[in-house]
């Protein structure tokens, strides 16, 4: 499951106008010098048809509902920590947030509605993906390329939420299994916990493209860093939760690979990565640094969040979950 992190550890365009406004030939332009590979001029190639066709149709994928209220207030837990943590990074305001707001708030809450979707073949154990999720990927892809939004980077984003997706209905479905008869691949568990936060990296290239500002790459890979410690954060905080309900969690797979000597292991990746935290955010202009780590300071002493706490662990998922009904 991917949630709405908790307080703690945490261009060149036309505004205003919708792909309605603009010619459906405007949109190639932008994406000239930006194509990477193969499969990415395919993303872009099929959008490009597929907006054509919506607009001889008249029906373009602004107009396609690719959300609901839930995953829109969970989306906005998200954009609230977002405008906190990344608009402040460039000195920008919540009312330049509001210029961006309906275009980022789409974005995040179609995502959100993706994860429903997911949430919902994890819960019982299903790896395939799920019904309409082709109909709202599309939808978003196109609208971002409609907006003059769809470089490189964006799709190279998009393509590790597609991954972790499919990652986490495979490993939930293995987990679900348990350890007779599952196979299983901890470095595949490890990799797709690093893409879960994507849409964070997502949001941040779609910011500094809406408010013309250059990717800072040291920037990028400091905040991953961070991102990745809160999605940590966060698994352990939930583990119970998450064992109860199927959904992804580093911790269930740490288990799973080291039993009883989980937590030994995950705080070796932790101080792991919280050294190359520390080691890139020295590379950083000492007022970013300084933004950041106010921020960083602020959202810690909200939440009182302090120190790294292991739950108990549940070595018997299935037991566990017979209990809890057991209880109802």
């Not at 990652?167 to 470095?187: F, H, N, P, V, Y």
């Not at 288990?255 to 935290?277: D, G, T």
Request: hydrophobic share 30%.
């Amino acid at each position: 499951e991917r949630r709405a992190r908790p307080e703690g550890p945490s261009r060149k365009r036309q505004r205003g106008a919708t792909s309605e406004d603009r010619s459906s030939d405007s949109a190639p332009a932008l994406m000239e010098g930006d194509r990477k590979s193969v499969s990415q001029t395919m993303i872009y190639q099929k959008a490009v048809t597929r907006i054509a066709l919506r607009e001889r149709y008249m029906q373009p994928a602004e107009r396609i509902r690719t959300s609901s209220c839930r995953s829109f207030l969970r989306a906005q837990t998200t954009i609230e920590d977002f405008v906190k943590s990344y608009y402040t990074l460039y000195g920008l305001t919540p009312t330049d947030f509001l210029k961006s707001f309906p275009l980022l708030m789409y974005v995040e809450t179609t995502i959100y509605e993706l994860d429903e979707l997911n949430e919902e073949q994890t819960k019982s154990g299903h790896s395939h993906p799920p019904k309409d999720f082709e109909t709202l990927w599309n939808a978003l892809i196109d609208v971002l390329v409609s907006h003059g939004l769809f470089e490189a980077k964006v799709i190279k984003e998009l393509q590790k939420g597609r991954k972790y997706w499919a990652g986490e209905r495979e490993i939930c479905a293995q987990l679900r299994i348990g350890t007779s008869g599952a196979k299983w691949d901890m470095d595949y568990a490890i990799k797709t916990s690093e893409d879960k936060s994507f849409d964070y990296r997502l949001l941040h290239r779609l910011l500094c493209q809406l408010e013309k500002k250059e990717y800072n790459e040291d920037l990028f890979q400091m905040m991953f860093y961070n991102e990745h410690l809160v999605d940590i954060a966060d698994d352990l905080y939930d583990y119970e939760t998450d064992v109860e309900r199927n959904s992804f969690n580093i911790l269930r797979c740490y288990v799973r690979q080291y039993r009883s000597k989980a937590p030994l292991h995950l705080a070796e990746r932790i101080s792991h990565f919280e050294k190359k935290y520390f080691e890139s955010l020295e590379k950083l202009p000492k007022e970013l640094q300084e933004r950041h780590l106010k921020r960083e300071k602020g959202a810690m002493a909200e939440s009182g969040a302090r120190n790294w706490v292991f739950p108990p662990l549940i070595l018997d998922e299935d037991e566990y979950r017979d209990n809890l009904g057991n209880d109802r």
